[in-house]
């Protein structure tokens, strides 16, 4: 809970709209009501209902999002875990521990700014 | 008659004469043996027969036939004697052997080619809970049948043991509650008489490991560490998170000064904790053995010039030279994990900041013998000669405690890491040299890639 908020905050703080999901399950059910297509979708592994994992698939799946950069994070100290996730279609993979949330901002503003899609929304959690 | 003739007549009448004198000598000498002839000299076909002399030759021999019993005699009892004695050695070996396979915590059994159990031990009924004596591989299988076990394959893979004379090992086997690991290897007897024949499989050995205990060990080993770094990590992630937001976006409303020094104070403490627990995760996982190594041909050169160029960080406010030299240019490229070496060199190089007021950290590199080794080199407060055989252990800082209190806040794991990561990538590390006041000289090697 705290960990979304933090990123919220910090996205809101950087003047970005952000659309926040608790759990796997809400996220897609969010995702395939939301009318426009997020500029960039924030994923975490460890998530109730449906893990980050299997969410990337059934996002990835998903003509509509096929194209929007997706951040997974997470404090996960497997390695084994970032290949699995960059080769089932994240665009980044990111350490929360490493990673300060002005430097998630940042990397996230220049990957919206790489699609050339600047829409400003995001999907947190 | 011709010449040849009467020489053949003539020989013939010497052998006849010669065989008659010794046939007469033998009989005499029986007689005289048994007193019958008295005299001593005899006539025999004009002969002088020296009886003394044939009486002394006789007893001569039966004295020699004598000594020759006595000698086998001997023999014989030394032979018994023998026997006797490598029996006691042979059943003590088997004792030896008997109370070794009986101490042994595996369950042991050694059956025949029939299945047959010919030497068992106590653990292995204790390991599979049997209530009776196991007669036979297949009776033991058989007493589990309608029981959740994996046993049921070890008949045939001590079939395939016997058949392929070789070991056949099966890594996990569920069995009830427990986990069992099973070797079956054969016993294998080679024919001394006909060395060319093939070898003969007479039996076979099947040992059962119960490795329940290590492997709820593992679990709870793997448990602590999924938990460790999401659980603890986790919200040392929201502690700096935050204290880095509100020192940076809220920089204006922070008038306060103490206030501003707690929540920098805050945001230290977190960097501090969350290196201590990224440096114990890392080496649980280091030593567990479970992490990936990504070997790849690159230029250390660069490597090394990423770590010097991101030091500004470190040095702060001292005034430090920093260099680095290689022997040729370019260097041949190594083949090792390159985000690893990266973190050696960190380590290195960040330890001989810390540990440098004045001068500077040089770091060469040069070709040794299919290794290209790195030189760290400062000149800082060195390492007392005591304390340089403690380092590269556990919790063992890479300067003198008493400065490290003072001069930085150390886990003690750095060079403890980068050692268990050097040798996992085929190089070595160690200290050069170290003289307290004047400096000390670190090294590690990485393989030189066959690509180059």
Not at chain 1, 8 to 14: S, V
Not at chain 1, 17 to 33: F, I, K, N, P, R
Not at chain 2, 95 to 119: C, H, K, M, Q, T
Not at chain 2, 372 to 392: P, W
Request: hydrophobic share 40%.
């Amino acid at each position: 809970m705290e960990m979304s908020r933090m990123y919220e905050r910090a996205f809101r703080l950087n003047k970005h709209e952000v659309a926040l999901a608790y759990d796997g399950e809400s996220a897609q059910s969010d995702l395939s009501t939301m009318e426009e297509v997020p500029a960039a979708i924030l994923l975490d592994i460890g998530m109730p209902r449906i893990n980050g994992f299997d969410l990337l698939l059934a996002i990835r799946k998903n003509p509509r999002y096929k194209d929007v950069p997706i951040v997974v994070l997470t404090n996960s100290f497997y390695t084994e875990d970032e290949e699995r996730f960059l080769s089932a279609g994240a665009t980044l993979y990111l350490i929360k521990i490493d990673s300060q949330p002005k430097d998630i901002v940042a990397k996230v503003e220049a990957l919206i700014h790489r699609s050339a899609d600047q829409e400003g929304r995001k999907v947190v959690q | 008659m011709s010449i040849a003739d009467l020489e053949l007549k003539r020989l013939r009448l010497a052998y006849e004469e010669e065989r008659t004198w010794h046939a007469a000598k033998d009989r005499i000498a029986e007689k005289l043996l048994e007193g019958k002839i008295a005299e001593s000299n005899l006539q025999f076909q004009g002969k002088l027969i020296d009886m003394e002399n044939m009486k002394q030759a006789m007893l001569n021999l039966l004295e020699d036939s004598k000594i020759l019993e006595d000698k086998l005699a001997e023999e014989k009892r030394s032979v018994e004697l023998k026997v006797v004695e490598r029996t006691q050695e042979l059943k003590e070996a088997q004792a030896r052997l008997l109370a070794s396979i009986e101490s042994l915590s595996f369950g042991f059994i050694i059956a025949d080619v029939n299945d047959r159990v010919i030497i068992k031990n106590a653990a292995i009924s204790s390991i599979l809970e049997l209530t009776e004596e196991p007669t036979s591989v297949q009776a033991i299988v058989d007493s589990f049948k309608g029981v959740a076990s994996g046993l049921d394959v070890l008949t045939h893979s001590c079939r395939e043991c016997i058949d392929l004379k070789k070991v056949v090992e099966l890594q996990e086997i569920s069995h009830g509650k427990k986990y069992l690991r099973v070797f079956c290897s054969p016993v294998i007897v080679k024919n001394e008489n006909a060395p060319d024949t093939e070898e003969k499989a007479i039996g076979y050995v099947v040992l059962i490991e119960d490795i329940t205990e290590a492997r709820i060990m593992q679990r709870s080993r793997d448990e602590f560490f999924a938990v460790a770094s999401h659980e603890l990590r986790t919200p040392l992630t929201a502690i700096r998170g935050n204290a880095d937001m509100m020192l940076e976006m809220y920089a204006d409303k922070i008038a306060d000064n103490d206030m501003k020094e707690m929540l920098q104070d805050i945001n230290l403490s977190s960097v501090r904790l969350i290196s201590i627990v990224n440096d114990f995760l890392e080496v649980s996982r280091l030593e567990q053995g479970r992490f990936e190594i990504k070997k790849e041909t690159f230029n250390v050169s660069e490597v090394i010039e990423k770590v010097l160029r991101n030091l500004g960080a470190m040095v702060g406010q001292k005034k430090l030279s920093i260099t680095y030299t290689a022997q040729t240019f370019p260097l041949p490229s190594v083949y090792a994990d390159k985000n690893r070496t990266e973190q050696i060199l960190v380590n290195l190089v960040g330890n001989a900041v810390k540990f440098t007021r004045d001068g500077g950290i040089t770091v060469t590199a040069s070709i040794m013998d299919g290794f290209i080794g790195i030189r760290v080199i400062d000149t800082g407060a060195g390492i007392s000669e005591q304390n340089q055989a403690l380092l590269f252990r556990k919790f063992q800082p890479a300067g003198d405690q008493t400065l490290a209190r003072d001069v930085t806040q150390s886990t003690g794991l750095g060079l403890y890491i980068s050692k268990l990561i050097i040798s996992s990538m085929g190089g070595a590390i160690g200290l050069e040299k170290s003289e307290p006041g004047k400096g000390s000289t670190f090294f590690f090697t990485l393989p030189v890639s066959s690509a180059s």
